[in-house]
Structures are given as structure tokens and as C-alpha cells.
């Protein structure tokens, strides 16, 4: 088998330390980010805060009751997204090759590099360069793969790095808890805590079969996990990846009403399958064709988003740009690309949990009915 060298960077309290450098005046005390009200949902908190028990996707409220000397921050996702965009493009011009596996975080494949550099050293220099460059806190993690370079750089927080070498895997993980492991979330902790199972060595002695009883189907990749397997290759990233939906008119046409709603039947179908893949996208693209098949598109740079109500205000704005000539038009399109992963659920900066409730009950009947059953009214079909 061919050895592999995979490094993993993560950005140390990424939305805290953003807001401090905006505002030096946050250092060194405890911040805690989200909806301000006590609707709101903690976001991302410092170290100083998560002593006091706060954690991320707590409600505000608890949050204020633990910590109340605490400095509350409402987050500015297109703040956030800017400072990301920097350090992908800092990876970007050293690695050859990366995954931007979210907005904080991205794995490197540096397998064959040690025959010409020190690995650590060339993953160390990149690191002080982000930080020289960006001004952000960044901490890494270097090992055979993704799982156990995760969880290294995990230990190496804050702001450090650490390196498990092959004959070194078995030794760094079993000590640790469960909880480390990719994929083991509340509820297969819980299974796995009934039964006495708290480290991962214990984890990686028992039977591949009795895990994957307890866990389901996922319980095989979570033993193998706890073996320190992972095959799971870095996917290179590119800022053309990206999902597209296009429709073209039986009869071109310049009715308004008739092309919003098409657009917005498209961002529709388009925001579900990102939710639905735990992706969010940091661009928009409208794409019009006119009658005489003159195509043109406009892209946008947003704040990485899943949610319908901001990709449709973003695509409906291009267009309003973008539509200038008062043509027939023949086709429109539109296109979310810079992909990255990550799970909006909640709208961690707003302070109306009913809208979130409402995309996961609209997501809930999508995927037990089908993606048609139920849908926006701007987005319905346009009666003839």
C-alpha cells in the first residue's frame, strides 16, 4: 500500500478570532458569537468563554446564565467568508493539492513531498505563513489520513501542530475518547457509553460486526475510524465546482412574473440539494440566453449560505442587472459554485428560530414526499 501524508488545517475559534482583528479589544476576553437576543444560538464562543461550559449551538440564554461577563457579538457571515476566501488562497498557492473541507478547515495531500522537503517543516512554514498573511490563529495536524490528522490537529488546539507518525497512530488514539472520532455524535456515544465504551482502543478491540449492530451502517467506518483507517482521498478543490440548474421556454419571452418564478423554482431545488448534501456556496451565477441564442451571466461572491431567502435575493438581484435589453429570452440558468462543506440547520446570527424550523419541517417533507411536495409560492408553476 502506498503511504500517505495528509495534513489537516483548522482555523482556532475561526468567528472569534476574526472579530478580533477587526476589535483588538476582544483579546483575551471571553466572546461569545451569535443572535444577541435570547432567541439567538451561540455560533462560536473563545476559549475563555467555553471555560464557563458555553459551546456552540447552545441557546443564547444558557449561554448569558454561565457567562454573563461575556461580550456578545452578532456574526457577519460575509466578514468571515472574506478572511476564509484569504487563507484558501494562501493553501491555494503552496499546496499541490487541498480540500477546502469548510469555511475553517482544509485537508492537504502531501504524499511524495517528504523525498524533496521535510513534510513537517514545508506544513509548518505554510502555517506561519497563513498567520503572517491573514493575521488568524490556525492549528494543524499531520498524519497517514484524514481521520487521524483531524483528530490530531483536535489536541494540537490551540493554535498548534503535531505530527502522528504511522507506528505512532495506535498509541495517540486509544487513549482518547469516543467523542474524537469523526461521525460519533450525542446519540452513538450515548449507545456506545451504555455499554461501557469510552476510549477509542476500547472501540478498536471489540468485533467489527457488534459496532456496526450498535451503530448501524455506519458502524464500520466509525471501528475503522478508531483503527486509524481512512481511505477517504483529498478531493481536490476547485472554484468551479459547483451544482446548475438551467430552463429553457417552450416560447421565448419577456414576461417578468414567468422568469422570477422559474429563477425562483430553480434556487429552490438547488438551495435543497446543497442542505441536503451538508454544502453551502460562497457564489452565484445568472445565466440568460436571448431569443437571437446571445448568451450572458453575472457572478456574485456572497457569504457562504444554504438558505433560499438569501441565494434567491442574491440571484434575483443579478438578474435585475443582468437583464438590460428588454429581449425575448430564451433560457435561464443559474449556478452555485465554491462549494464548501458545511451544515447552516440553524441561522446561528438571526434571531428568529422560526425560519429555521421552517426550512427543516419543508426539507422533512421533501425528502419523505418527494422535492416537488411542497415549495415557496414565488417558485410554483405559472398558470397559462
Avoid at 484558501?88 to 517528504?114: C, F, Q, R
Avoid at 422568469?259 to 451565477?285: D, M, P, W, Y
Avoid at 457569504?303 to 438590460?324: G, K, R
Amino acid at each position: 500500500m502506498i503511504s500517505k501524508t495528509i495534513a489537516h488545517l483548522d482555523l482556532d475559534t475561526f468567528f472569534v478570532s476574526v472579530e478580533r482583528l477587526v476589535n483588538p479589544s476582544l483579546n483575551g476576553k471571553p466572546v461569545i458569537i451569535g443572535g444577541v437576543s435570547d432567541r439567538g444560538v451561540v455560533a462560536s464562543c473563545s476559549y475563555e468563554a467555553r471555560r464557563f461550559g458555553v459551546h456552540s449551538a447552545m441557546p443564547m440564554r444558557m449561554a448569558r446564565q454561565l457567562c454573563s461577563e461575556a461580550v456578545y457579538v452578532r456574526g457577519d457571515m460575509e466578514l468571515y467568508s472574506q478572511y476564509s476566501r484569504l487563507v484558501t488562497d494562501v493553501i491555494a498557492d503552496s499546496a499541490p493539492l487541498y480540500e477546502k473541507a469548510s469555511v475553517d478547515e482544509h485537508y492537504l495531500d502531501l504524499s511524495g513531498m517528504d523525498r524533496f522537503f521535510g513534510i513537517y517543516k514545508w506544513t509548518h512554514e505554510l502555517r506561519e505563513r497563513i498567520i503572517r498573511e491573514t493575521g488568524l490563529p490556525i492549528s494543524f495536524g499531520l498524519s497517514q489520513n484524514k481521520t487521524v490528522s483531524k483528530i490530531a490537529t483536535g489536541q494540537a488546539k490551540p493554535n498548534g501542530a503535531l505530527q502522528v507518525l504511522p507506528e505512532q497512530v495506535h498509541p495517540f488514539l486509544d487513549p482518547l475518547s469516543i467523542r474524537k472520532i469523526p461521525m460519533v455524535g450525542d446519540v452513538g456515544f450515548r449507545l456506545l457509553r451504555s455499554m461501557g465504551v469510552a476510549k477509542i482502543g476500547t472501540l478498536r478491540l471489540m468485533p467489527p460486526e457488534m459496532v456496526q449492530q450498535v451503530l448501524g451502517k455506519n458502524g464500520l467506518m466509525v471501528w475503522k475510524k478508531a483503527n486509524g483507517i481512512d481511505p477517504s482521498p483529498v478531493k481536490p478543490y476547485s472554484e468551479q465546482k459547483s451544482m446548475s440548474s438551467e430552463h429553457t421556454f417552450e416560447q421565448d419571452t419577456t414576461d417578468m412574473a414567468l422568469l422570477r418564478q422559474k429563477l425562483s423554482h430553480i434556487v429552490e431545488k438547488l438551495a435543497f440539494e446543497l442542505r441536503n448534501k451538508q454544502k453551502l456556496t460562497g457564489c452565484v451565477t445568472v445565466k440568460i440566453r436571448y431569443a437571437n441564442f446571445d448568451t450572458h451571466s453575472r457572478q456574485k461572491h456572497i457569504a457562504y449560505t444554504a438558505f433560499d431567502h438569501i441565494l434567491l435575493n442574491n440571484v434575483m438581484e443579478q438578474f435585475a442587472q443582468l437583464y438590460n435589453r428588454r429581449m425575448l429570452i430564451r433560457l435561464v440558468g443559474v449556478r452555485f459554485s465554491q462549494l464548501v462543506g458545511g451544515s447552516q440547520q440553524l441561522n446561528m446570527f438571526e434571531d428568529t428560530p422560526e425560519m429555521s424550523n421552517l426550512y427543516q419541517a419543508m426539507d422533512h417533507i421533501r425528502r419523505r414526499y418527494g422535492k416537488a411536495a411542497v415549495g415557496r409560492a414565488g417558485g410554483m408553476a405559472y398558470p397559462v
